[in-house]
């Protein structure tokens, strides 16, 4: 066999193998994909739009929020308001929103004005939670920093709202 044909044929499972990891991920269900519910939620520490540093670590005891999303994403907007509600309705009982933008203008985000710590997600961090490419996404971590709910696609404030109460009640 000629070194040209034994190229082509590592080539070809190379690509072969790479095709089945990407299937093989597809096939996995979206709460089973790392980070998985029960796990650590990966360390987040980027500036939110005003400069200041928001670190997941800094909410430790505190139900958070993380959710992917973007201005230009209707159905990420559609969720935003009854992000909002929730959050003022338990800010003060230990729960917190980070809304992590990807792909999106900080200006546009800014004249939003949403009442929680808003970041721009980087690569780094779109990794580290799944290679998120598809938004809207949200985490729920609770007071002990490891995942308690994954969401793919609107999160309803009902939901919401309702994992929100059974966490802080120790529920999860």
């Not at 082509?8 to 093989?24: D, E, H, K, N, P």
């Not at 690569?123 to 490891?146: A, E, M, T």
């Not at 969401?151 to 120790?170: I, P, T």
Request: with cysteine; charged share 20%.
């Amino acid at each position: 066999m000629k070194t040209s044909q034994k190229y082509l044929i590592i080539g070809v499972l190379v690509l072969l193998g790479v095709a089945g990891y990407s299937l093989f991920k597809n096939l996995t269900p979206f709460e089973q994909q790392r980070p998985a519910v029960g796990e650590s939620a990966p360390a987040i520490s980027l500036e939110d739009l005003s400069g200041s540093m928001v670190r997941l670590s800094d909410y430790r005891g505190k139900i958070v929020l993380i959710n992917f999303w973007a201005s230009w994403c209707a159905p990420c907007m559609d969720e935003m308001p009854g992000f909002q509600k929730v959050f003022l309705e338990y800010r003060n009982k230990g729960f917190t929103v980070i809304a992590a933008a990807v792909n999106d203008s900080p200006y546009v985000i800014k004249r939003l004005g949403f009442p929680f710590p808003v970041v721009m997600a980087d690569r780094q961090v779109k990794r580290d939670y799944g290679n998120i490419v598809h938004i809207p996404v949200s985490f729920l971590i609770g007071k002990d920093g490891k995942i308690i709910r994954k969401v793919q696609g609107v999160y309803s404030d009902e939901n919401l709202r309702n994992h929100v109460e059974q966490a802080l009640k120790g529920k999860e």
